[in-house]
């Protein structure tokens, strides 16, 4: 029988940065998001003092000062390293792993005894523990659902020691019966008032509905849901990353921006990560979608949104015809008189660089365009991001995003290697003196 397995570090920001301070062991954590707006990660010290998710900073400031809360600024490239460490050691424990989100991951189980699944489980966390210092939660299930469910519950109990199996049916009814509906993947809270006003109230309910009666209700999706929690495998494990749709950067300004020289700097530098992206997957975009607006949240500040797209002549992927779409599209849309609180870039219906048909007459040089994206990747990909970048993409960038509590980055860095302080002893220490 098909087994999936999902395996999540537990409050993974958080426990990152408690992986290079061990003082942060038993102490209240949270990690903003950015422009350290709102709080996105929490340890269970902090979600004690009633620190809720996506709770603004400024109205917990005082109470993480009068409990000792560690506040730290998002540091993904920390996090997202960390998250690499985690993947390459599940694909020592299995053959087949589905990366879902950068703290999540499906591993395919099939292969280990039924009787064998729980220790696997409790073995492949110590692992992770003991190599890279985070955390972990395992849920079991014979399909991606039941997996994802089986994680929740062994977070929240325990007495399970972070792994849960819900592959015995009978096992699995009685803790679908204790658990609200809406803790289902893939039950968002307009079906879960739609499921309780009909009675509906626990996921084991909803496993109890017949599939037919579930696509009525809640489309397609909730048959799939239905019969996914009856242990019938719906989704397969996508070992190999479907092809990306769309690539967007958006990013919230640290200050804002009032002037068209500083929304370009902006753009510009929005459409050079959006660039790395792009040739990293090998993808082209045929058009871009621009955007910007102010606070809705500052009711002094003149109100403005606005969008515009811009086409390109064919496909591409080059840095540079995207900084120019990218600025051609915010000269049309920028007003004076606005303080912006955001902007970004949207590119959707990406295709295959490499099965796109050369144009009669191209609109750039190909390969002199290969050869200079090739090089500029190089260089960051060597020397770090930003080592290399277009004047248009800005210098000082007064507008960007704040990280002021961030931590070192300690794997990726070598500036910001965490240093090991030998304390030299004295003479007195050794007793002679």
Known sequence: MTSFALIDGNSFYCSCERVFDPALAKRPVIVLSNNDGCAVARTAEAKALGIGMGEPYFKIRDLCRDNDVAVYSSNYTLYGDMSARLNAIY??????VEV???DESFLDMTDIRPADRVAFGGDLRSTVQQWTGIPTCVGIGPSKTLAKFANHVAKKNPELGGVCDLTDAAVRQRWLDRVEVGEVWGVGSASERKLFGLGIETAGDLARVDARLARNLLSVVGERTVLELQGISCLPLEDVPPQRKGCAVTRSFGTPVTDLAGMLEAVAAYAMRAGEKLRRHGLEATHMAVFMHTSRFNSK?????AQTTVHFPEASNDTFDLIRAAQSGARKIFRDG?????????????VRAASQPRPLFDARDRDQSERLMTALDAVNGKFGRGSLIPASAGIKRDWQTKFDRRSP???TNIKELPVAVAREKTRRSEGFG
């Open 100 to 102: 879902y989100s950068i």
């Open 338 to 350: 606005h303080r912006y609180a955001k902007a970004g870039i949207i590119m959707n219906d990406l």
């Open 91 to 96: 694909r020592q424990w299995s053959p087949d």
């Open 301 to 305: 500040d003149k109100p403005h949104s």
């Open 409 to 411: 980055r300690y794997t």
